[in-house]
């Protein structure tokens, strides 16, 4: 797992940067593994990017059934409170296309909150969004809605899927109103690096690169962003020892 400190600096950034050092370190590929592939909706962007681990639980608002278990919602708090923070809980609702209920509200929120939880992706929907906002919890979900139904622990420490992404129990998730990335293990003690190096790298050579040209003649513009590219990609190939992804 990484230092406090490297979380801390990680949350800085939204998840675009993120995902631009990811990219350049991933055994992954970039092109369609990691993110969602499906339109999320945050809930809480005032509150900025959240980092943590996956903590994963199934939901079937649909379902009374579920509920037969008596003990299903102290037994998920108890997996909860057994692993570190921060923590993201990552939940699928088996309704999915239709929605029934709400996994989370209020008191839901704040349970989660006071088990170091820091919010949730959840593939179905979310109530009492002010509250849980107050509980300083933040929310990714597909829509809001009124009622719970029989929202309940079907069952937990798994494999899910949500919105296209499958998630495993303890991945490093960083998400923010563009949507999440999953970081796999292998990859997670270079993100740092790798995020900052390509934030200033973009600074250094594109942006300022552009901003600079503002008002010259077209054909310098010109030549000062193909400059700009060129060493934008030289310093990431040499940063990463390959061929700058971009």
Known sequence: MLLHSDLLELKRWNTPTIYNGWEQITHCNPARDGFNLEETRDYMPQMGP???????????????????NPSAFIDYFRYLASKPGPK????QDLDKPQTFGSFWGEVTANIHKSLRCVGTIVDGAVRDVDEMTNAGFKALARRLCVGHAHSWPVRWDCEVEVFGRTVRPGQLIHADKHGFLVINEEDQAKLLGAARFMD???????????????????????????????????????????????
């Open 50 to 68: 959240m980092v943590g681990y996956a903590v994963t639980v199934v939901c079937e608002p649909s379902n009374a059934r579920h509920k037969e």
């Open 88 to 91: 993201i809980a990552v939940v």
């Open 200 to 246: 200033a790298n973009e600074c250094q050579h594109l942006i300022s690169a552009a901003r600079s040209a503002v008002g010259k003649p077209m054909e310098e513009i010109l030549r000062e962003i193909e400059k700009g590219f060129q060493d934008f990609r030289q310093a990431t190939a040499d940063r990463f020892h390959g061929q700058a992804e971009f």
